[in-house]
């Protein structure tokens, strides 16, 4: 059995005392692809340094975060554009708009995110996107760039079914991890009623570990948790959960 974790970040100083073994836990568990996003141009090097360290199973992502747009954000993306001209990722990611934390950069925020939205186009790359408070804004700029060659996975998706058909109307898949255990998640009341065919598997790692762990330092491993309740939602095996997920995110990524 193959899972995918198409989202975690391994590079959190969160797994400074034990990132190997937490790998190798994961590894063991089946969960033995993992998809890793960007954050900004201080992370880059610790992204190589786990390609370097576990090139069969480290796949790279590179992109801005929302919560990390700044005044120097067209700085950020400059740094962007050059890591993507020098070599092969797999998404550009993670990107969107969070207005949760702060709204005090929300044009520079819609900015980047279109920005990077025309530097997937531009390296036909699916996105990766983080939304935060923020599905009317997210949409938006969805909606303007919307084509063919615009397809991606809405990462930690946590909106209703309504805002659900909505992503995936613009070649999204839904990125679901813990909170499909949370009681207070939600989607889990609505989740059979999409295909399995746009849904994808991840962590967020070391953030929003599953139930039993909710609360504690997530890991990649505790994805079986996410894998046990969707089959019990879709009343399908857990090895049929597994392959399917990991065939969409080949689909999206590409390996």
């Known amino acids: 059995m193959i899972i995918t974790d198409t989202h975690t970040h391994l590079y959190s100083n969160e797994f400074d005392e034990d990132r190997n073994e937490m790998i190798q ?3 063991a568990a089946g969960v033995s692809r993992f998809f890793i996003p960007a954050i900004d141009s201080a992370y880059t090097q610790s992204m190589y340094n786990l390609e370097k360290a576990y090139p069969n199973n480290i796949f790279l992502m590179m992109g801005l975060h929302p919560t990390h747009v700044k005044d120097n954000y067209l700085e950020e993306l400059q740094l962007v554009e050059n890591e993507l001209s020098k070599r092969k990722f797999f998404a550009i990611g993670e990107i969107g708009i969070d207005l949760y934390w702060d709204k005090t950069h929300l044009p520079q925020q819609q900015d980047a995110f279109r920005k990077q939205i025309q530097l997937a186009k531009q390296y036909k ?11 009317d ?3 938006e700029i969805l909606e303007e760039e919307k084509s063919v060659d ?8 946590s909106g209703t079914q309504e805002q659900a058909l909505q992503a995936i109307s613009y070649n999204m898949k839904l990125g679901i991890g813990g909170v499909v255990t949370f009681k207070n998640g939600k989607i889990d009341q609505f989740l059979n009623q999409i ?3 746009h849904l994808v598997l991840e962590t967020d790692s070391p953030y929003l570990a599953p139930v039993p762990f909710r609360g504690k330092r997530n890991e990649s491993s505790y994805l079986v948790n996410v894998v046990d309740k969707l089959a019990a939602i879709y009343n399908l095996p857990q090895e049929e959960i597994a392959r399917i997920t990991t065939e969409n995110s080949s689909s999206i990524f590409g390996i």
């Open 195 to 197: 295909d399995l065919k």
């Open 125 to 135: 790359l699916p996105i990766v996107i983080h939304c935060r408070e923020a599905f």
């Open 25 to 27: 836990r994961a590894i």
């Open 150 to 157: 615009l397809f991606g996975i809405f990462h930690c998706f």
């Open 137 to 139: 804004e997210i949409f």
